[in-house]
């Protein structure tokens, strides 16, 4: 194996035109556009419109384009039946996992991989996805799912569907401002999933059901969770210093730090510090806040490193009194739009993902027939005990 492709590390493995990201210099852009003033002015649907159409919307384009999604966020009663069935201890991951499988045998496009039916497909998803979560929320609670509201924007509705109640504009849209930052992001391991499974010409439900399973992991998705999980077991600022000297001095990595391209602030967390600055303050509880802002001085004090997009999502998240283990399935509703984006990139010019394996065991061993092999010969730790 080259030098450094441990991981793929710095391996450019297909061309895109979607998302560009420099690491050195932390700037990311959409399409050519930075993130910042997208961030700032524009929202989800617009970044959306911009990654699939390659261009920004003008303000009748945006207006259809978010009514032809609204439309689409009604789920089918058979989805609702599966998700009735689930175990209760399945996780909302899970849960989302199955629901882009279970709506890919619903979808009259399946199997049509034109750019037509792809973005048909990808146009569902993205409204469908946000209903499924709150439904399978509220089902495993005891709760009846509640219908879409096509007169809300898709944050609003979302967090309408998940509580029961109508949100704030704060809440909706800073949560709409994190899925505009969730949305794409180069070639991180649940695109390169995505891209695996649909340069094999499967279709856009199978290459998405394969995002939700590579993003659910806590080296990717799952650490927005996990850095909450982490925000509370240190409790107060007092217990910062202690808390990372265990850990580092463990070996255990800190979750929502580091990146595999930023070797300077990831521009997402610019937002999201200020997101979860300004929520803390409108709340008048600004200790998620404070706790994140020592936890972060601390790690760039002992480690040099950065925090991710994740780490203060967390504080965002938890502010808009999103349930833990809803953080991740979150980013999973902004990146469906990249994923679905470079899906129909990669059914565009097609070419089977195919690495080689860089090869470290024995080769060309002679094979012993079985009744002359030794009981007492090697064994591995993890073949099965004869004895038992
Ligand atoms: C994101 C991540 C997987 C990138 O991994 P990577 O590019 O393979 O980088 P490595 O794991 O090789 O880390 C490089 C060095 O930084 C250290 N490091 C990286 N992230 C760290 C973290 N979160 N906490 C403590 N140390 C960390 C590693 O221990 C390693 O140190 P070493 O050279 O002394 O061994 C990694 O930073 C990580 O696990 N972060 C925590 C999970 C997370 O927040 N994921 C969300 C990503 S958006």
Redesign the pocket.
């Known amino acids: 194996m080259a030098e450094g492709a441990?991981?793929l590390?710095g391996v450019a493995v297909a061309d895109t035109a979607l998302s560009y990201i420099d690491g050195e210099a932390g700037r990311l852009f959409y399409r050519g556009y930075d993130i910042h003033p997208l961030a700032e002015k524009g929202s989800f649907a617009e970044a959306l419109y911009l990654l699939w159409y390659g261009e920004l919307p003008t303000r009748l384009k945006l207006t259809v384009f978010e009514g032809l999604l609204a439309r689409e966020r009604r789920l089918p009663d058979e989805l609702l039946g599966v998700l009735r069935q689930l175990p209760s201890e399945a996780t909302p991951m899970s849960a989302l996992r199955t629901t882009v499988s279970v709506l890919g045998e619903l979808d009259p496009d399946a199997g049509d991989n034109s750019r037509e039916a792809n973005l048909r497909k990808a146009g569902r998803l993205v409204a469908m996805l946000p209903a499924a979560v709150a439904a399978h929320h509220r089902l495993r609670r005891g709760e009846a799912p509640l219908a879409p509201d096509p007169d809300l924007g898709p944050a609003a509705d979302f967090l309408r569907m998940l509580t029961g109640e109508t949100a704030g504009d704060t809440a909706a849209e800073a949560l709409d401002t994190s899925l505009l930052l969730y949305l794409d992001?180069g070639f991180?391991a649940s695109t390169f999933a995505c891209r695996v499974v649909a340069s094999t010409l499967a279709d856009m439900h199978a290459a998405l059901t394969a995002g939700v399973a590579a993003l659910s992991g806590?080296?990717?998705?799952?650490?927005?969770e996990?850095?909450m999980r982490m925000l509370e077991q240190i409790g107060s600022i007092d217990a910062v210093d202690g808390y990372l000297e265990r850990?580092?001095a463990a070996?255990?990595?800190?979750?929502?730090?580091?990146?595999?391209?930023y070797r300077t602030e990831?521009p997402r967390s610019t937002h999201l510090r200020e997101m979860a600055r300004r929520l803390g303050e409108r709340s008048g509880d600004e200790s998620w806040y404070e706790l994140s802002r020592a936890v972060e001085a601390a790690?760039r004090e002992r480690?040099g490193?950065y925090?991710?997009?994740?780490?203060y999502c967390a504080t965002v998240y938890r502010h808009l009194g999103i349930p833990l283990d809803l953080f991740t399935p979150l980013f999973a509703l902004g990146r469906t739009g990249g994923w679905a984006a470079h899906v129909m990139e990669q059914h565009e010019d097609n070419r089977l993902i195919r690495p080689r394996a860089n090869y470290t065991g024995i080769v060309d061993r002679p094979y012993v027939l079985i009744e002359r092999r030794d009981e007492r010969g090697p064994t591995t730790d993890s073949e099965p005990d004869p004895e038992i």
Do not use: Q, T
Not at 218 to 224: D, I, K, R, V
């Open positions: 441990k991981g590390a992001h991180n806590p080296l990717h998705g799952g650490a927005n996990h850095a850990e580092l070996g255990r990595k800190i979750m929502g730090f580091g990146h595999r391209v990831d790690m480690k490193l925090c991710n997009v994740d780490f």
